[in-house]
Every structure is written in structure tokens, then in C-alpha cells.
């Protein structure tokens, strides 16, 4: 399981830390759904899906981002710890696994899948529903993949995995308490974009995260999908906030996942 001094750091991620690092300089990694109803979990609450694998580097980085913004919103009471394989690229990237994870939230479920371990041996398989999902909003299976409610999607890593190399699951959560160093910068700033998405799947509750000018300053700059809650946000542009970094589509590449080993591996299960 995952150290508790590093679920402590995270857990010292103060609202100021969040609000002065904003989008961190970063284009936002969101795309917007338009033309399907939202997508609602188990409880019925907004859903959350995220696509990867163990092996997977782009996956170990987003793990971090995806792993702060959910724990605005709810609380992980399993997290394992794992490393990516050491022989791809950006080997042994420190990060969390979502296999094994046990995650609880008053406002989404969180639904994720963990094709296969660091070594390449099949793990998950998706449900028929998430299936359709990948095949209609990732025909290709890149990973990683998140699906926010069906309301924004993210295709391949949100930044360069670089930054983590050579650092310990310790050293990048003492990092993060730091809002000056370029991995606070990087996982925080995806971490504020995600928090906004989901923000606007829940209706901007909680207030307490939602409402907070620079949450909310991000949020208006989302398109919206038709299907989106209404909400009446009150956003004003926080001084610490560059516009620059508000582009809709990251320019980094995506990780892709051959179809045919997709077929394969979810045929399985």
C-alpha cells in the first residue's frame, strides 16, 4: 500500500497551493462531449472513468493529477503503490495503481480499469458499458483515458512524465507542497483542470472546492456540453492566473494501444 506520509502530503495541499499554481502554465488537456447524455455510476452519481494500465508511464504520471482531484471530492481508503515497467519508456515512474483501490465520494463514482500489471500480465477488463465507451470515444485505445461524466474526455498523458523521473513516491508528494517546483506545477495544474470538469458534472458541489475563484475562473473557460448541470457560477480572474494556459487540446502525444490487443484482452473477460 501506499506510504501514509505520501497520502499525508497530499492531504496538506492547501486551497492556497491549488490557487497559486492555477493551470500551471499547462494547455488544458480537456475535450468536450457534446452529443451524449451524462454519464452516471452505480449510485447515480456522475462518473469518472479512467482507462490504463500498470506498464503504461503516460499512465503512472496521470495517475498523480487524477489521484489529487479526486481527493477533493471523496477519499481513497485503498491506494496501492506500484512503479511503471522498467523497460519502457520513462522506466519505474513512481506512482498509485487503481487495482485494489477503494474510493468513496458524496458526488461521483469513480470507475477505473487496470488493463494489465507492470509486467504485461492481463489484470481488468472492462464492463460491455465501458466498452462501448472506449469504442465510441477511443476507437484507437490510447491510454491513459479519462471519461468525466461524459462531459469531457482526456486522450494520452496531460504532461511530460519526465519531470518524475528519478523521483520517489515520497519526493514527488514532499514536491507537491511546493507550488514552485515544476512537478507541483505539472500534476496540480492537470489536477485544477480535472477538478473544474468535474465541477461542472456535480453542479459545482462542493461549494467549498467548486466555488473558489480560480475553479471557477477555469470552469468558465470549458465548453459545455448540452447535457451539462446547470450551475451559476460567479468566476473572477485571480491575479496569480495566466490566460495563456487556457487552450483546449494538449499538444502532447498519445499512447496507443492496438486495437486488436484490445479485442483480445477484453474478449477475456
Avoid at 503516460?58 to 511503471?84: D, H, I, M, N, Q
Avoid at 461524459?150 to 496531460?158: A, D, E, H, M, P
Amino acid at each position: 500500500m501506499t506510504d501514509p506520509q505520501v497520502l499525508s502530503n497530499l492531504a496538506l495541499i492547501s486551497d492556497s497551493q491549488f490557487s497559486k499554481v492555477g493551470t500551471g502554465n499547462l494547455s488544458s488537456p480537456l475535450r468536450v462531449i457534446a452529443d451524449r447524455p451524462m454519464l452516471r455510476g452505480p449510485t447515480g452519481k456522475p462518473e469518472f472513468f479512467y482507462w490504463g494500465a500498470e506498464f503504461c508511464p503516460y499512465c503512472a504520471a496521470e495517475r498523480w493529477p487524477v489521484v489529487v482531484a479526486l481527493s477533493r471530492f471523496g477519499t481513497f481508503s485503498k491506494l496501492p503503490e506500484t512503479t511503471s515497467s522498467d523497460t519502457d519508456a520513462y522506466p519505474n515512474t513512481a506512482t498509485f495503481t487503481f487495482h485494489g483501490s477503494v474510493y468513496q465520494s458524496n458526488y461521483l463514482d469513480f470507475a477505473p480499469v487496470e488493463l494489465e500489471d507492470r509486467e504485461g500480465h492481463p489484470l481488468e477488463g472492462p464492463t460491455v458499458e465501458e466498452q462501448q465507451i472506449i469504442g465510441s470515444l477511443n476507437p484507437d485505445g490510447s491510454i491513459p483515458f479519462l471519461d468525466i461524466a461524459n462531459l469531457y474526455l482526456v486522450r494520452g498523458q496531460s504532461f511530460d512524465p519526465g519531470i518524475l523521473s528519478g523521483l520517489s513516491q515520497r519526493d514527488i508528494a514532499l514536491q507537491l507542497t511546493d507550488p514552485g517546483t515544476p512537478v507541483a506545477k505539472n500534476i496540480l495544474g492537470v489536477a485544477n483542470y480535472l477538478t473544474a470538469a468535474i465541477c461542472v458534472a456535480t453542479a459545482d458541489q462542493p461549494a467549498s472546492v467548486c466555488k473558489t475563484s480560480y475553479i471557477q475562473f477555469i470552469e468558465k473557460q470549458l465548453p459545455r456540453s448540452p447535457y451539462a448541470p446547470t450551475s451559476t457560477p460567479s468566476a473572477s480572474l485571480p491575479s496569480a492566473l495566466p490566460t495563456t494556459a487556457l487552450g483546449l487540446i494538449a499538444l502532447l502525444p498519445t499512447v496507443r494501444w492496438p486495437q486488436r490487443d484490445v479485442r483480445r484482452r477484453t474478449s477475456q473477460y
